[in-house]
């Protein structure tokens, strides 16, 4: 904020002071923070009231005043205070990490608990503050504590507050007894991704609280109500997992192996319980040009080759999902060739991937009329990069159900693919295209449809692929995405991510997509 000569040395002294807390301040905080006497800032803030500059909010007896362009903070209808769970988010985009941190930590923490310590939190870092990360930690801990919290940095943020955000904290607390949360930490996955997939799950596990012969009771009980059918489509558990993604040393990439680390959870978890996630980020413009770094946050500590597994028990219902914004064409190819790992993809109908794979887009530019805005915004450098994000290759499971498999240049000059997923010899997949209206309605409609048979949902979790986020804000499609969301789901935080975790009964890592997570005010047994 730039503040007009207008203002006297007073009244900016204020404005700083409210500035630099977003979360709002007294009359007597303002005093003590600005040197200004008590009776001098009564005057000022009456001042800026009337030009509508500063409101004002009570908690309790007391008066608290912020800036208004930081109302959207302050609004109750983005937090959640039901009959059996209390949700609070907290966001905050102060440029010092530890103040930003607390900003954001005490005003969740007071809109879920207030003030009590939160039964389980999540926190989303900008990567703006990957030179502040230890700073972050260290005022989320001073709020939270150093217990039942886990977060990761991010591309971008989005949220029920301010929607799409970019360099900000945001932190979501849940307070309630029908959801216990167990929390597993690899501090280095990549050295055997797999077997640290099952020792972390096994810990997060181990670490849920949830008293079993209460919770035995709980199914028991459920089981008496419901139908078997109904009972295997809503099961009482989850996984949540945020895993270290891609990074760059010296425009070297250091890849991920999320898929890995989800085989590992996998074998534990078994296939039917829900595993919703992401990668840990960092900016996507950064990462185009081969640079970036992302942490994994858990229980008060940072991890830059870190994942973390949280293990859910929820007597709340709760449901999840995954959306893409592309339709399906009618070109296919088959990879014929990769290399030992999978994840190279060296020949496509027998012939060299790269080239190979715009040849079968080219296929489609002639049918379909495409749209010059983007590449006219973005740089020509990054024309390769946008072949694979509009036009990405679909697999298509046995249930019938498509999803983007995230394929990428190995680089400007290679003439390979690369592959975040494993994929295999003879592998098929279909092209798909690009759909503006499905990238803006379908994950609103998908959630909407969920909300129909169970009611309103009281909160949610969104992670979204970095790419997806940049083609929304590009087109200019953002602000009637979030409208969407904001319609539906009046209460979630996310963030866009390297790559997302998930499926509507199959999951994977993939990218591209949406994923999310909703919970219900509605105790399972009833």
């Known amino acids: 904020m730039h503040y007009r000569t207008v203002f006297s040395v007073s009244e900016k002294k204020v404005l700083e002071t409210l500035k630099k807390n977003p979360a709002g301040l007294s009359i007597s905080e303002i005093a003590e923070k600005s040197g200004l006497h008590r009776n001098t800032v009564t005057n000022v803030i009456k001042k800026l009231q009337e030009k509508n500059i500063v409101e004002l909010k009570k908690l309790g007896l007391a008066k608290i005043y912020y800036l208004k362009e930081y109302s959207g903070l302050h609004k109750r209808e983005h937090s959640y205070r039901g009959e059996n769970i209390y949700v609070g988010i907290g966001v905050s985009d102060l440029q010092d990490g530890y103040q930003a941190a607390i900003?954001?930590?005490?005003?969740?923490?007071?809109?879920?608990?207030?003030?009590?310590?939160?039964?389980?939190?999540?926190?989303?870092?900008?990567?703006?503050?990957?030179?502040?990360?230890?700073?972050?930690?260290?005022?989320?801990?001073?709020?939270?504590?150093?217990?039942?919290?886990?977060?990761?940095?991010?591309?971008?943020?989005?949220?029920?507050?301010?929607?799409?955000?970019?360099?900000?904290?945001?932190?979501?607390?849940?307070?309630?007894?029908?959801?216990?949360?167990?929390?597993?930490?690899?501090?280095?996955?990549?050295?055997?991704?797999?077997?640290?997939?099952?020792?972390?799950?096994?810990?997060?596990?181990?670490?849920?609280?949830?008293?079993?012969?209460?919770?035995?009771?709980?199914?028991?009980?459920?089981?008496?109500?419901?139908?078997?059918?109904?009972?295997?489509?809503?099961?009482?558990?989850?996984?949540?997992?945020?895993?270290?993604?891609?990074?760059?040393?010296?425009?070297?990439?250091?890849?991920?192996?999320?898929?890995?680390?989800?085989?590992?959870?996998?074998?534990?978890?078994?296939?039917?319980?829900?595993?919703?996630?992401?990668?840990?980020?960092?900016?996507?413009?950064?990462?185009?040009?081969?640079?970036?770094?992302?942490?994994?946050?858990?229980?008060?500590?940072?991890?830059?080759?870190?994942?973390?597994?949280?293990?859910?028990?929820?007597?709340?219902?709760?449901?999840?999902?995954?959306?893409?914004?592309?339709?399906?064409?009618?070109?296919?190819?088959?990879?014929?060739?990769?290399?030992?790992?999978?994840?190279?993809?060296?020949?496509?109908?027998?012939?060299?991937?790269?080239?190979?794979?715009?040849?079968?887009?080219?296929?489609?530019?002639?049918?379909?009329?495409?749209?010059?805005?983007?590449?006219?915004?973005?740089?020509?450098?990054?024309?390769?990069?946008?072949?694979?994000?509009?036009?990405?290759a679909l697999c298509v499971n046995p249930f019938g159900d498509n999803y983007p498999l995230a394929f990428r240049p190995e680089t400007r000059e290679g003439k390979f693919i690369i592959s975040p997923q494993k994929v295999s010899k003879n592998t098929s997949f279909v092209i798909g295209k690009y759909d503006k209206r499905k990238a803006v309605e379908v994950t609103s409609n998908d959630i909407k449809k969920i909300a129909g048979k169970m009611g309103s949902p009281s909160f949610g979790l969104l992670f979204s692929c970095a790419a997806r986020g940049l083609l929304l804000s590009k087109f200019g499609l953002m602000d009637k995405y979030v409208n969407n969301l904001n319609t539906i789901l009046p209460t979630y935080i996310g963030f866009y991510a390297n790559g997302e975790i998930g499926g509507n009964r199959d999951f994977k890592f993939i990218g591209f997509s949406d994923v999310y997570l909703v919970f219900f005010d509605k105790v399972i047994i009833e």
């Open 103 to 392: 900003y954001a930590a005490k005003q969740a923490v007071m809109q879920s608990s207030r003030g009590k310590k939160p039964s389980f939190s999540l926190v989303f870092v900008s990567s703006k503050y990957n030179s502040q990360i230890d700073k972050v930690v260290k005022g989320i801990n001073k709020i939270i504590g150093f217990e039942n919290w886990v977060g990761c940095t991010t591309d971008k943020e989005i949220n029920s507050v301010l929607g799409y955000c970019e360099g900000t904290i945001e932190v979501l607390c849940i307070y309630t007894k029908f959801m216990h949360f167990g929390i597993g930490i690899s501090e280095n996955y990549r050295k055997n991704p797999v077997e640290e997939g099952r020792k972390a799950t096994l810990q997060a596990i181990e670490n849920c609280p949830v008293d079993r012969s209460k919770f035995a009771t709980t199914l028991f009980m459920r089981s008496a109500k419901k139908s078997f059918i109904d009972l295997t489509k809503n099961p009482p558990y989850f996984v949540l997992t945020l895993i270290g993604g891609t990074y760059y040393e010296n425009k070297k990439a250091v890849p991920g192996m999320e898929p890995e680390f989800l085989e590992g959870i996998k074998e534990i978890a078994g296939p039917f319980i829900p595993i919703i996630g992401a990668s840990a980020s960092s900016d996507i413009e950064e990462m185009l040009n081969y640079k970036g770094e992302n942490y994994v946050l858990a229980n008060g500590k940072y991890y830059k080759e870190g994942a973390v597994v949280c293990f859910g028990v929820s007597e709340l219902y709760f449901s999840y999902g995954l959306s893409h914004p592309y339709l399906l064409t009618d070109i296919h190819g088959i990879i014929t060739k990769t290399s030992k790992n999978g994840k190279i993809i060296e020949k496509i109908n027998g012939k060299t991937s790269k080239e190979e794979y715009k040849k079968l887009v080219s296929k489609i530019r002639k049918k379909f009329s495409l749209e010059r805005i983007f590449e006219k915004i973005f740089a020509k450098k990054y024309e390769e990069a946008l072949t694979f994000i509009k036009y990405p």
